[in-house]
């Protein structure tokens, strides 16, 4: 019995930690914000420390790891708010890999040539649909196509969060898109992925908002004393603290469940991005307390991670989709939602 | 990442499950906290020691049989699962026995270890005293030196503590040098309650038992060798066992998977669906504690220490345990308020209350976290 990383995961773990703290500053997330795709030069420099082929299989030059080597890697990326769609992309490879692994676009994925974005059975919007060389669709009959943004009539939306360029996709099927049938399970478990990387990056967009705030209460001084000296500070970011420390083995669980393809894999995700979204939301609401009015700007960077949390908290199935999910095993009160749960 | 357990794991769990399945009482045992109960509790702790199950991680010696860490989540598990008795012996081999393993002598092991495993004496915690609760820097109560005896004179007044009216020995602090501040000056006795002016007054708690007492000391005399670790080394022994009190040793996740199990049973035979939430919640936070202590067996067996991470153990287990038995009152509706209600749920309740203020307020547990882990500057 092992609930930990092994030492090979962590040490790529903190090498993608050092690159995203060097490379995709606040600065840089601004700078996301402010562009037509989110989408920069940086993703090419993703893709040589190995990340945009981290589930490419190792024969498309991947590296042909899987979800807990994703999960460790999009903690980090949620930690900078990193805003290219490298959870899309990931899932988007692993349906590549299954269904059309001679497309050709696994390997443009693994060198950074290309980003890909996915729309699954009852998604709504899809990141970077226009900016992304691919679009996975998945529908719900069980048909999965392979797209590109020409196929489609884009419409913009405007997320909270500006760096996620997200679109609504209308598409009319045909038979040149179509590349399998049946794809359900398959499908059900690109959903799954998709919300496990969700919880990830929320694990990691919780431990950097927490660490800020920390930072701030012990320097802010009002009535003579650091604000972190009064109880009533210190016990919001304890608060904070116990959610992300019970939510990080509850993520960890979910991606080797995952990877192995358990029977419980289906409840463990979505326990992960119920606790993960907790904890976020959490640490987004006691630490802009914390930080009283200047939290409140757009001039400090403490709203670019409360708003990706936000963002990524109904991404991927809100709370109570997965909640559902989990009475209906439980419970057996309610009939199994539909394949793939959102 | 090996979320599996090894197969002398699994076969060790089959034992421990045959043994309990036989073994445990049919009927509910009265209240450890009775006097009738008391006994009947100390015949069960018998009963798992000749078996050797009443300390399954301690060395053969002494009843146990040297099970890891994993062993003995495992065996917790399943002793909660079998719905067995509570541990009228637990503050003794739960708590206070780690630190006589760590700081006792090989001759204070062999005088105490044996009886306290075999339920012979029941072991009691002298920590708080009237002005100090949670404070345990504040204690008062003192020991003077009787060099002509060889030991220590004790006076003084503890409260609250569990097990006191019918146990045997106390285990706590006592100031040894009144000149010292607070944590320092501090000594760690071993008190025989049956001594020459020992008072023990019972405090009945919420359920109306007398699991509390006060004990009043008057002059007790205590040998030396009833001294555990050095004379002035108190505080630094005391941590160890708060810290036992806190983490996983006293709260095993079998503890709250077992009650989560029940509380799913009891809503499917009498669905509420405005509970349904609060179950599902119940029964995961059940089901993530259990994930973070066997994080925690992992960072241990890694050569790793829990240290301060005790505090956050302790906030997320007695929060959980409170809001578990709340959502089992609300399922049961108006039976909710019977004394004898359906599988002792309002029992449990009553119980759980506890949790968030013995073994350090949560409050001081968040000020902990805040301030060893978190780094905030200390609290006015």
Same mark, same amino acid.
């Given at each position: 019995? *092992?609930?930990?990383?092994?030492?090979?995961?962590?040490?790529?773990?903190?090498?993608?930690?050092?690159?995203?703290?060097?490379?995709?500053?606040?600065?840089?997330?601004? @700078?996301?914000?402010?562009?037509?795709?989110?989408?920069?030069? *940086?993703?090419?420099?993703?893709?040589?420390?190995?990340?945009?082929?981290?589930?490419?299989?190792?024969?498309?030059?991947?590296?042909?790891?899987? !979800?807990?080597?994703?999960?460790?890697?999009?903690?980090?990326?949620?930690?900078?708010?990193?805003?290219?769609?490298?959870?899309?992309?990931?899932? $988007?490879?692993? #349906?590549?890999?299954?269904? $059309?692994?001679?497309?050709?676009?696994?390997?443009?994925?693994?060198?950074?040539?290309? @980003?890909?974005?996915?729309?699954?059975?009852?998604?709504?919007?899809?990141?970077?649909?226009?900016?992304?060389?691919?679009?996975?669709?998945?529908?719900?009959?069980?048909?999965?196509?392979?797209?590109?943004?020409?196929?489609?009539?884009?419409?913009?939306?405007?997320?909270?969060?500006?760096?996620?360029?997200?679109?609504?996709?209308?598409?009319?099927?045909?038979?040149?898109?179509?590349? @399998?049938?049946?794809?359900?399970?398959?499908?059900?478990?690109?959903?799954?992925?998709?919300?496990?990387?969700?919880?990830?990056?929320?694990?990691?967009?919780?431990?950097?908002?927490?660490?800020?705030?920390?930072?701030?209460?012990?320097?802010?001084?009002?009535?003579?004393?650091?604000?972190?000296?009064?109880?009533?500070?210190?016990?919001?970011?304890?608060?904070?603290?116990?959610? =992300?420390?019970?939510?990080?083995?509850?993520?960890?669980?979910?991606? %080797?469940?995952?990877?192995? !393809? #358990?029977?419980?894999?289906?409840?463990?995700?979505?326990?992960?991005?119920?606790?993960?979204?907790?904890?976020?939301?959490?640490?987004?609401?006691?630490?802009?307390?914390?930080?009283?009015?200047?939290?409140?700007?757009?001039?400090?960077?403490?709203?670019?991670?409360?708003?990706?949390?936000?963002?990524?908290?109904?991404?991927?199935?809100?709370?109570?989709?997965?909640?559902?999910?989990?009475?209906?095993?439980?419970?057996?009160?309610?009939?199994?939602?539909?394949?793939?749960?959102? | 990442?090996?979320?599996?357990?090894?197969?002398?794991?699994?076969?060790?769990?089959?034992?421990?499950?045959?043994?309990?399945?036989?073994?445990?009482?049919?009927?509910?045992?009265?209240?450890?906290?009775?006097?009738?109960?008391?006994?009947?509790?100390?015949?069960?702790?018998?009963?798992?020691?000749?078996?050797?199950?009443?300390?399954?991680?301690?060395?053969?010696? %002494?009843?146990?049989?040297?099970?890891? =860490?994993?062993?003995?989540?495992?065996?917790?598990?399943?002793?909660?699962?079998?719905? $067995?008795?509570?541990?009228?012996?637990?503050?003794?081999?739960?708590?206070?026995?780690?630190?006589?393993?760590?700081?006792?002598?090989?001759?204070?092991?062999?005088?105490?270890?044996?009886?306290?495993?075999?339920?012979?004496?029941?072991?009691?915690?002298?920590?708080?005293?009237?002005?100090?609760?949670?404070?345990?820097?504040?204690?008062?109560?003192?020991?003077?030196?009787?060099?002509?005896?060889?030991?220590?004179?004790?006076?003084?007044?503890?409260?609250?503590?569990?097990?006191?009216?019918?146990?045997?020995?106390?285990?706590?602090?006592?100031?040894?040098?009144?000149?010292?501040?607070?944590?320092?000056?501090?000594?760690?006795? +071993?008190?025989?309650?049956?001594?020459?002016?020992?008072?023990?007054?019972?405090?009945?708690?919420?359920?109306?038992?007398?699991?509390?007492?006060?004990?009043?000391?008057?002059?007790?005399?205590?040998?030396?060798?009833?001294?555990?670790?050095?004379?002035?080394?108190?505080?630094?022994?005391?941590?160890?066992?708060?810290?036992?009190?806190?983490?996983?040793?006293?709260?095993?996740?079998?503890?709250?998977?077992?009650?989560?199990?029940?509380?799913?049973? =009891?809503?499917?035979?009498?669905?509420?669906?405005?509970?349904?939430?609060?179950?599902?919640?119940?029964?995961?936070?059940?089901?993530?504690?259990?994930?973070?202590?066997?994080?925690?067996?992992?960072?241990?067996?890694?050569?790793?220490?829990?240290?301060?991470?005790?505090?956050?153990?302790?906030?997320?287990?007695?929060? +959980? !345990?409170?809001?578990?038995?709340?959502?089992?009152?609300?399922?049961?509706?108006?039976?909710?308020?019977?004394?004898?209600?359906?599988?002792?749920?309002?029992?449990?309740?009553?119980?759980?209350?506890?949790?968030?203020?013995?073994?350090?307020?949560?409050?001081?547990?968040?000020?902990?976290?805040?301030?060893?882990?978190?780094? #905030?500057?200390?609290?006015?």
């Amino acid at each position: 019995m *092992r609930l930990a990383y092994t030492e090979d995961q962590e040490l790529f773990r903190d090498t993608v930690r050092d690159f995203l703290a060097d490379r995709c500053t606040t600065a840089d997330v601004r @700078a996301a914000w402010a562009a037509d795709t989110a989408i920069s030069a *940086r993703w090419v420099e993703l893709a040589k420390v190995g990340v945009t082929g981290i589930v490419v299989p190792e024969e498309h030059d991947g590296l042909g790891m899987g !979800d807990e080597e994703l999960a460790a890697v999009l903690v980090e990326a949620g930690r900078a708010a990193l805003p290219e769609p490298l959870l899309e992309s990931a899932v $988007a490879a692993g #349906l590549f890999a299954e269904f $059309a692994p001679d497309a050709g676009w696994l390997a443009e994925i693994a060198a950074g040539r290309a @980003a890909a974005s996915v729309l699954l059975p009852g998604q709504r919007l899809a990141v970077e649909a226009a900016a992304a060389d691919v679009l996975v669709i998945g529908l719900a009959d069980g048909d999965l196509h392979v797209a590109t943004p020409a196929d489609c009539v884009l419409t913009a939306q405007r997320s909270v969060d500006r760096s996620r360029k997200l679109f609504t996709v209308d598409f009319t099927p045909t038979a040149r898109t179509l590349v @399998a049938s049946d794809t359900q399970r398959a499908l059900a478990r690109a959903a799954d992925r998709g919300a496990l990387g969700a919880a990830a990056q929320l694990l990691g967009l919780t431990r950097r908002m927490l660490d800020t705030t920390v930072e701030y209460a012990k320097q802010r001084v009002q009535r003579g004393v650091p604000i972190g000296s009064h109880q009533s500070v210190q016990h919001h970011l304890a608060n904070v603290l116990i959610k =992300l420390e019970f939510a990080r083995p509850v993520v960890l669980r979910a991606a %080797y469940s995952l990877a192995r !393809d #358990l029977p419980s894999a289906a409840r463990d995700v979505s326990m992960a991005k119920i606790y993960a979204g907790e904890a976020a939301d959490l640490a987004a609401r006691n630490c802009l307390q914390v930080h009283g009015a200047i939290g409140y700007t757009e001039e400090h960077d403490l709203h670019l991670f409360m708003k990706r949390a936000w963002a990524l908290g109904t991404a991927w199935g809100d709370a109570g989709v997965h909640r559902d999910r989990i009475a209906a095993d439980l419970l057996g009160d309610a009939p199994a939602p539909p394949t793939p749960a959102f | 990442m090996d979320l599996e357990f090894t197969e002398q794991e699994q076969e060790f769990r089959r034992e421990a499950r045959a043994w309990l399945t036989a073994n445990v009482p049919a009927e509910r045992l009265p209240s450890m906290d009775t006097r009738e109960g008391f006994e009947a509790h100390r015949a069960w702790e018998r009963k798992l020691f000749d078996a050797r199950w009443a300390v399954v991680s301690w060395p053969r010696e %002494y009843g146990g049989r040297e099970a890891g =860490l994993t062993e003995w989540l495992i065996f917790e598990e399943e002793y909660y699962r079998a719905g $067995a008795p509570g541990r009228v012996s637990q503050n003794g081999i739960f708590l206070f026995a780690p630190t006589l393993f760590e700081f006792g002598t090989r001759e204070q092991q062999d005088r105490y270890l044996p009886a306290m495993a075999a339920g012979e004496e029941i072991w009691v915690q002298g920590w708080s005293e009237p002005e100090a609760g949670s404070d345990l820097a504040n204690v008062r109560s003192r020991a003077e030196r009787d060099e002509e005896r060889g030991g220590w004179r004790l006076s003084g007044q503890k409260i609250w503590s569990s097990r006191g009216t019918w146990g045997h020995r106390l285990f706590g602090l006592f100031r040894t040098d009144p000149q010292a501040q607070r944590h320092r000056g501090l000594t760690y006795f +071993m008190v025989d309650l049956a001594a020459e002016g020992v008072t023990v007054r019972p405090i009945p708690q919420l359920d109306g038992e007398p699991g509390f007492a006060e004990v009043f000391l008057d002059d007790v005399f205590v040998p030396d060798a009833d001294v555990l670790g050095g004379v002035d080394e108190g505080w630094k022994i005391m941590i160890a066992t708060t810290g036992s009190e806190r983490g996983l040793n006293l709260r095993s996740p079998g503890r709250f998977a077992a009650p989560a199990n029940r509380l799913i049973e =009891l809503y499917k035979r009498d669905p509420r669906p405005a509970e349904r939430d609060a179950v599902v919640r119940a029964w995961m936070d059940a089901d993530a504690y259990r994930l973070f202590t066997f994080g925690t067996v992992t960072k241990l067996q890694a050569g790793g220490a829990i240290g301060a991470d005790s505090s956050i153990n302790k906030v997320f287990w007695s929060e +959980m !345990d409170v809001e578990l038995h709340a959502t089992a009152l609300r399922l049961l509706g108006e039976a909710g308020e019977l004394d004898d209600g359906d599988g002792g749920w309002l029992d449990g309740f009553l119980f759980a209350l506890g949790g968030p203020i013995y073994a350090g307020t949560n409050e001081i547990q968040r000020n902990t976290i805040a301030e060893r882990i978190l780094g #905030l500057p200390r609290a006015k």
